[in-house]
Every structure is written in C-alpha cells, then in structure tokens.
C-alpha cells in the first residue's frame, strides 16, 4: 500500500512551488510565497498554451461541474456585441494633373455646348458624379472659371455601377443674406471629421476612396486638367467647392470624358 502523504506537508508543499514555477512569467520570488493549493493550480494551467494565432483554440473541461471553456485568438479580437469591423478602402493611386494656358478658347468652345457651363453659388459645393465606363480606363477632366478662383478634388465611391449617366449634385447652402454675421461663423467652424464636402483627408464613409483633396485651383488663369485610371468598379466624385467664398458666384466651365 502507497503512503498517503498529507498535502500540507513541508516536501509536497516545496515540490507544487516548483511545478508553479516552470509556467512562463512567474517571478521567483512569488513561487516561494505561493500557498499549495494555488502552487497546484498554477502547475496545472502550465499545461497549457493561450491561442497565439489567428484560428487557434484551446478546450480547457473542469474536473469538478464538466462544463467546457474555449479560449480562441479569434474571440479575444472580435466584437461579441455585433459592431462590424469597417474595412478601409484600398490606397488611391496619384492621378495625373497638368494646366494650359489656352482659357480663352476653352471657355468660348464649352460655352457653346449644352451641359457643359454651370454657377457655383457663393457657399455651395457642386459634385459632378462621373460612373466608370465599361468601354473606358481612364477618367479625365478639364475646367476653367471666370475671373475668380475655385476649389476642388476628386474622390471615388467603391460603389456598385447602375447607370453610366454623369450626373451634377448641388449641396444645400444659405441662403439668408440678412444674416452674414451667422453665416460666416458657421464657415469658419473646424472640418468635421470625415466631411467630404469640405475636402477632409479623412477616410470619410467606409465606402469612399481619396484621388486628390480638395485645394484652391487658379483656373482663372489657366485650364486645370487630369486624369486618373480607374481603381475598379465605381463613381467618381468630383468636387467644385466655392464654400469659402461669402460674396462671389463661380461661373465654370469643364469637360469630363473617358478614355481607354
């Protein structure tokens, strides 16, 4: 018959400390101080590995009620209360961009052709939604403005394509010029984040791409021109913003054309 040696004993309590301290981590100063039921604990979960990876599990079952623990890489970094991750967009390449100095011309030619001249009021950004075309590669665009310069920026909505129809967006503006003080505080007011109108470099909505930000163009002066490859499937938003201007409407003309 094996003798039953009581687990409070001197030996048995130095042998559990030293089982304890083989897991990773403990301090040996600790492993002397630990009681022998919490030294036994201690050699028991050395027996076993936290997920380290992506797709790894652990089962750990209890001696005593035999319900079943998993401890898994994947549920430590998910949201069990539903909040999707947001998968950010992929990386825009730069576009191409130049100017010519040929204004003149290039207004007097579009001023001519239907859909092609339009009245950026003071305080309103106009979108000019251009769908990639199956036939094309490339978006290009050309405009030019009267007298006064104009800010804008190119964006891409990683959205199905409906339709190839371009079509123009007007965003709603003050109206109310009793009230210029108001106005002008509400414009000065700091970028909110993810505000496309406003040119953020944020990543705005999930679905939105940034080709070039929204700057001040002097295309009073010369004809702005670019283009860029399409990224995929989508819409371009090209962005006229007059915002900043409190007084003066922008009058502009431009071409938006595919190529492949």
Known sequence: MPQMVSPASKDTEEDLQKAAGASEGQAPGEQELLPAGQ?????????YQAPQRPG??????????????????????????????????PLMAPPC??????????????GKEKNSRLVVK??????????????GKRVCWEFATDDYDIGFGVYFDWTPVTSTDI????????????????????????????DVERGSRSSLRGRY????????????????????????E???????????????????????????
């Not at 130049?98 to 579009?110: G, R, Y």
């Not at 003050?174 to 000065?188: G, P």
């Not at 080709?211 to 995929?232: E, T």
């Open 39 to 47: 030294a036994q604990v201690h050699s028991e979960m050395a027996k």
């Open 97 to 110: 961009i130049w100017t010519f100095a040929k204004v003149k011309e290039f207004k007097s030619k579009l």
């Open 209 to 232: 791409g940034e080709v070039m930000p929204v700057y001040r163009r002097d295309s009073h002066r010369d004809v702005q021109a670019g283009s860029h490859d399409y990224p995929g």
């Open 56 to 89: 790894d599990m652990v089962m750990i079952q209890s001696e005593h009620t035999g319900a079943v623990d998993v401890l898994s890489a994947d549920l430590e970094s998910a949201d069990l209360l539903g909040d999707h991750r947001k998968v950010s967009p």
């Open 167 to 194: 079509t123009v967006q007007v965003s709603d503006s003050s109206e109310d010029e009793d009230d210029e003080e108001e106005e002008e505080e509400e414009l000065e007011e700091p970028v909110p984040v993810g």
């Open 234 to 260: 989508g819409i371009y938003l090209l962005k006229f913003d007059n915002s900043y201007s409190l007084l003066r409407n922008k009058t502009l003309y431009f071409h938006i054309y595919y190529t492949s």
């Open 122 to 135: 003071r305080g309103e950004v106009v979108t000019i939604r251009v769908p990639t075309h199956p036939e």
